[in-house]
């Protein structure tokens, strides 16, 4: 933005900044849904699991009724 001919930082307003705030978590929501759904489905497949059912083992290993549950294998 030019003022009196010089370049000026815009500031945003706080309801601009709250909206880029929800703008940003609902896509990274988004993301970490699109990455998490496949592995779930899996769970599902292999266990029987249902969805939200997921726990966190040693060593934050993801796991479905207390199995692990195939992350990042293919």
């Known amino acids: 933005m030019f003022l009196d001919g010089k370049v000026v930082k815009r500031e945003y307003t706080e309801q ?3 909206q880029q705030a929800e703008s940003q978590k609902a896509a990274l929501l988004s993301e970490a849904e699109s990455v998490i759904q496949p592995l ?3 769970c599902q497949a292999e266990y029987g699991n249902r969805r939200g059912t997921h726990t966190t083992g040693s060593m934050g290993t993801l796991q479905c ?3 692990p549950c195939g992350y990042g294998k293919s």
């Open 65 to 67: 009724s207390g199995q």
């Open 16 to 18: 601009e900044l709250q």
């Open 40 to 42: 779930e489905t899996r």
